[in-house]
């Protein structure tokens, strides 16, 4: 993803552009999936069955589902990654993010239970660190 000078926003702010394939390692993992589907559906003995439009097993085309993340992907190194382990921005105390940003890489499965645990963890954490300062000052 990346900022494109040439498309601006009303206020004049670069708009998100997005540059997408799929990688060699990528398309290894694609043919794994592949084949495990087809071995879960022989042992279990159904037909996969394909359409004029799809066949047995397919991708959803990039783009249609929505699932946007690593905007502000997690990390431990900062020249790699936005946030640390507790999703507070590399080197900013006190300024954390608690959305889909912060997952690294994602799927096409539903992504919002993993997201809303990490948000929950977040609080703890941020808590836990009051609460610890708190204590300190006693
Ligand atoms: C049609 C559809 C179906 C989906 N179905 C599922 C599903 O079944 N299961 C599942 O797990 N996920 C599903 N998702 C994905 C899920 O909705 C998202 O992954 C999730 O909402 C992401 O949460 P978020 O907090 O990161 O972002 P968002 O929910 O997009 O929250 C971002 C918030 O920031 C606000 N905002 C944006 N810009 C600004 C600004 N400048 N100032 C202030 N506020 C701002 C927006 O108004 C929005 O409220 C679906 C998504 C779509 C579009």
Redesign the pocket.
């Known amino acids: 993803m990346y900022l494109d000078d040439r498309r601006k926003d009303a206020f004049g702010v670069p708009e998100i552009q997005v540059r997408f394939s799929y990688s060699t390692a990528d398309w290894a993992v694609i043919d794994e999936m592949r084949k495990a589907v087809d071995k879960v559906a022989s042992t279990m003995q159904a037909l996969l069955t394909p359409t004029d439009d799809l066949p047995a097993v397919c991708l959803v085309p990039p783009g249609a589902?929505?699932?946007?993340?690593g905007t502000c992907r997690m990390g431990i190194d900062s020249s790699t990654s936005v946030v640390d382990r507790n999703c507070q921005i590399h080197g900013i105390s006190g300024l954390y993010v608690?959305?889909?940003?912060v997952l690294p890489t994602t799927g096409a499965a539903?992504?919002?239970?993993t997201?809303v645990a990490l948000a929950i963890r977040t609080a703890d954490h941020i808590a836990g660190t009051f609460a610890g300062e708190a204590n300190s000052h006693r």
């Open positions: 589902d929505y699932h946007e993340a608690a959305d889909n940003s539903n992504p919002t239970l997201t």
